[in-house]
């Protein structure tokens, strides 16, 4: 290993040589350079090697390159390239093969080798590392994607990088992004030629030298990408973003006109056609004349509005379904939120948006949350009727749905629309108990503010028999609160009382309590340990602050120091886990005066 490394070194002599013999390095430089690759290359010829230490020494090499750049700026000095930069290039891409080729896995680790080709201008590796990255790894289609990019702006090879697009394709033949991007390439090369042939027609070449064929510079090979893609991939979205690549380019017109009438012709059961069909009638051309005044403009948009308009209308004939009266209503509500200074315009957009929220509901094709916008534009409106209205035609239409309740059953109270506590037992009746708590909180709010408190304490003894153990430990928190805020530390006590058996319990219960006694004027330590014994059987087992609480309640005004240490024995007798850790150093903490 020794003859090995000596002789690695030996070879770089020259090298180092040249660097302090033109000024770019000094000795002592040199002389640590030396010494420094010694290190790393014994590293790389260890019997068990890392690749951390690969890494290393490639990143050694590359800071090594970059001195020397901007040395040679600082002294201006231009020359000896091939004696200096080259050797040490060669040696990292070496480097870098010997990785890759241990740690084959490792795509990062062949991506930072791609990088550093491209950054140092060792272009002619790219293709080999590309090549053998794609031997190991054919089953991303991202790696290939990149490789024939990197073909086409790095090497200027449009053939090259076709035959890997065809390759990935061998391997990925329904892959949606490699057709999108060899579609694009096609596109692009053929871009290229018409700018190279215009340039030799400026000037005044003999084009005969030249081949410009005429069927390439009209985009046919991008066209038979095209028809092979839309045969393998039958899908609207998929042709519209192949559309979309198309119209980038000035010269394809034809092109999208040819998959436009795909389109219209293959995908009319797809609501996201007729949404890209509907949407392009923005774009059409206005007429100048009204182009010149707010007014005029707004008459304008208000046409090309209208248009979208009927192409969704004539969507929902052949389609009438969720996502079509989905993606209507999309389209009516984002043109109401766009800004503008006319009244008219911003009338007429809210009354179209009403109408087919309307219609959707009558059809039973109103997806639940657009009855918020809905419910919003009618109470913003002032048709306060209206709105109460559609609340109770919402909670039929999803009768199971938490959210929908929740919007509708706060609309009616906020209108004072409807019997209250019917419309919260329907509710409750139809919704999956287990979904149902912010239901509860939301009757429970109801009644504490517009309800007797009989009625209210009521309803909380009917959410305390809930099956579902979180809305009955929300419900007590809740009452224990409402009692004390009614009835004072008296009934608080009581309702604690009659509760503190009666499982399941929270930390919180319990906590609210001690809370609620230590508020009072003279409150007693003894129903604060009788509080924090009963938290402790709950909860004594895994929480740790809990304990420490009560040890810090026994070291204050009320309490008793001496039973510190008998609290402290039990818990961590008690305490499991990682919570006897936590327990002790806080504890520690404590003693010293940092808690």
Same mark, same amino acid.
């Given at each position: 290993m020794?003859?090995?490394?000596?002789?690695?070194?030996?070879?770089r002599?020259p090298?180092?040589e040249?660097? #302090?013999?033109v000024?770019?390095?000094? !000795?002592?430089?040199?002389?640590?350079?030396?010494?420094?690759?010694?290190a790393?290359e014994?590293k790389?010829?260890?019997? /068990?090697?890392?690749?951390?230490?690969?890494?290393?020494?490639?990143?050694?090499?590359?800071?090594?390159?970059?001195?020397?750049?901007k040395?040679?700026?600082h +002294?201006?000095?231009?020359?000896?390239?091939d004696?200096?930069?080259?050797?040490?290039?060669?040696?990292?891409?070496?480097?870098?093969?010997?990785?890759?080729?241990?740690?084959?896995?490792?795509v990062?680790?062949?991506l930072s080798?791609?990088a550093?080709?491209?950054k140092w201008?060792?272009?002619?590796? +790219?293709?080999?590392? =590309?090549?053998?990255?794609?031997?190991?790894h054919?089953d991303?289609?991202?790696?290939?994607?990149m490789?024939?990019?990197? @073909?086409? *702006?790095d090497?200027n090879?449009?053939?090259?990088?076709?035959h890997?697009?065809?390759?990935a394709?061998?391997?990925?033949?329904d892959?949606?992004k490699v057709?999108?991007?060899?579609?694009?390439?096609?596109?692009?090369?053929c871009?290229?030629?018409?700018?190279q042939? #215009?340039?030799?027609?400026?000037?005044?070449?003999?084009?005969?030298?030249?081949?410009?064929s005429? *069927?390439?510079?009209?985009g046919?090979l991008?066209?038979?990408?095209?028809?092979?893609?839309?045969a393998?991939?039958?899908?609207?979205?998929?042709?519209?973003?192949?559309?979309?690549?198309?119209? /980038?380019?000035?010269?394809?017109k #034809?092109?999208?006109?040819?998959?436009?009438?795909?389109?219209q012709?293959?995908?009319?059961?797809?609501?996201?056609?007729w949404?890209?069909?509907?949407?392009?009638?923005?774009e059409?051309p206005?007429v100048?004349?009204?182009?010149?005044t707010?007014?005029?403009r707004?008459?304008?948009?208000?046409?090309? @509005? *209208?248009?979208?308009?009927?192409v969704?209308?004539?969507?929902?004939?052949?389609?009438?379904? @969720?996502?079509?009266?989905?993606?209507?209503?999309? =389209?009516?509500?984002e043109?109401l939120?766009r800004?503008?200074?006319?009244?008219?315009?911003k009338?007429?957009?809210?009354e179209r948006?009403?109408?087919v929220?309307?219609?959707?509901?009558?059809s039973s094709?109103l997806?639940?949350n657009f009855?918020?916008?809905?419910l919003?534009?009618?109470?913003?409106?002032?048709?306060?009727?209206a709105?109460?209205s559609?609340?109770l035609?919402?909670? &039929?239409?999803?009768n199971?749905?938490v959210?929908?309740?929740?919007?509708?059953?706060?609309?009616?109270?906020?209108?004072?629309?409807?019997?209250?506590?019917?419309?919260f037992?329907?509710?409750?009746?139809?919704?999956?108990?287990?979904?149902?708590l912010?239901?509860?909180?939301?009757?429970?709010?109801?009644?504490?503010a517009?309800?007797?408190?009989?009625?209210?304490?009521?309803?909380? !003894?009917?959410?305390?028999?809930s099956?579902?153990?979180?809305?009955a430990?929300?419900?007590?928190e809740?009452?224990l609160?409402?009692?004390?805020?009614v009835?004072?530390?008296k009934?608080?006590? !009581?309702?604690?009382?009659?509760?503190?058996?009666?499982?399941?319990?929270?930390?919180?219960? =319990?906590?609210?309590?001690?809370?609620?006694?230590?508020?009072q004027e003279?409150?007693?330590?003894?129903n604060?340990?009788?509080?924090y014994e009963?938290?402790l059987?709950?909860?004594?087992?895994a929480d740790?602050d809990l304990?420490?609480?009560? /040890?810090?309640?026994?070291?204050?005004?009320l309490? &008793?120091p001496?039973?510190?240490?008998?609290?402290?024995?039990?818990?961590?007798? =008690?305490l499991e886990g *990682?919570?006897?850790?936590?327990?002790?150093? !806080?504890?520690?903490l404590?003693?010293?005066?940092?808690?």
């Open positions: 020794a003859e090995i490394v000596q002789q690695r070194i030996e070879d002599i090298e180092l040249q660097l #302090e013999r000024g770019l390095f000094t !000795k002592k430089e040199v002389k640590s350079i030396i010494k420094k690759v010694t790393l014994y790389l010829h260890r019997l /068990i090697v890392n690749k951390e230490d690969f890494i290393a020494y490639i990143q050694y090499e590359i800071n090594v390159l970059e001195l020397i750049k040395r040679r700026g +002294i201006n000095y231009h020359f000896k390239r004696e200096i930069e080259f050797p040490i290039t060669h040696r990292i891409n070496s480097i870098f093969r010997r990785a890759t080729k241990k740690w084959k896995d490792d990062q680790l062949w080798h791609v550093f080709c491209k201008e060792t272009k002619s590796q +790219i293709s080999k590392v =590309f090549a053998s990255m794609l031997a190991i054919p991303k289609p991202a790696l290939w994607i490789a024939a990019k990197s @073909e086409l *702006e090497r090879s449009s053939e090259s990088a076709r890997l697009f065809l390759r394709l061998r391997f990925h033949p892959n949606k057709y999108q991007e060899y579609f694009r390439m096609e596109l692009l090369h871009e290229k030629l018409r700018k042939k #215009e340039e030799v027609e400026k000037a005044d070449m003999d084009l005969g030298e030249y081949e410009f005429p *069927e390439i510079l009209s046919k991008a066209e038979v990408v095209y028809k092979d893609a839309t393998k991939i039958k899908e609207a979205e998929f042709v519209i973003s192949l559309l979309n690549i198309a119209a /980038i380019f000035d010269f394809t #034809e092109l999208q006109d040819s998959i436009l009438q795909d389109l012709a293959n995908h009319t059961e797809d609501s996201l056609t949404d890209f069909m509907a949407k392009r009638e923005l059409a206005g100048d004349e009204e182009l010149h707010a007014k005029g707004a008459l304008d948009i208000n046409r090309r @509005e *209208e248009r979208c308009c009927q969704y209308e004539e969507g929902l004939k052949s389609l009438n379904t @969720e996502p079509m009266w989905t993606r209507y209503v999309v =389209f009516c509500l043109r939120k800004k503008t200074n006319v009244q008219e315009l009338d007429k957009r809210q948006l009403l109408e929220l309307q219609r959707a509901h009558d094709l997806k639940e009855y918020k916008n809905w919003e534009i009618l109470l913003s409106s002032g048709h306060t009727e709105a109460a559609l609340a035609s919402a909670t &039929q239409r999803y199971q749905s959210s929908v309740w929740s919007l509708c059953l706060q609309t009616l109270r906020h209108l004072g629309c409807g019997d209250m506590a019917k419309l037992h329907d509710a409750l009746t139809h919704v999956n108990p287990k979904e149902s912010p239901l509860w909180q939301l009757q429970l709010q109801w009644s504490m517009d309800q007797s408190a009989e009625e209210t304490e009521a309803i909380f !003894k009917r959410g305390l028999l099956s579902v153990p979180a809305i430990m929300e419900v007590k809740l009452y609160d409402w009692s004390y805020s009835g004072g530390y009934k608080a006590r !009581k309702t604690f009382t009659s509760l503190q058996e009666n499982r399941p319990l929270s930390k919180k219960f =319990f906590t609210s309590m001690i809370q609620i006694e230590k508020e003279t409150p007693k330590i003894n604060l340990r009788d509080y009963r938290a059987q709950e909860f004594g087992t740790d304990w420490l609480q009560y /040890i810090q309640e026994e070291m204050g005004a309490g &008793q001496e039973n510190c240490a008998k609290i402290h024995w039990r818990a961590m007798k =008690f *990682e919570s006897v850790e936590r327990f002790t150093s !806080k504890y520690t404590l003693q010293t005066g940092h808690l």
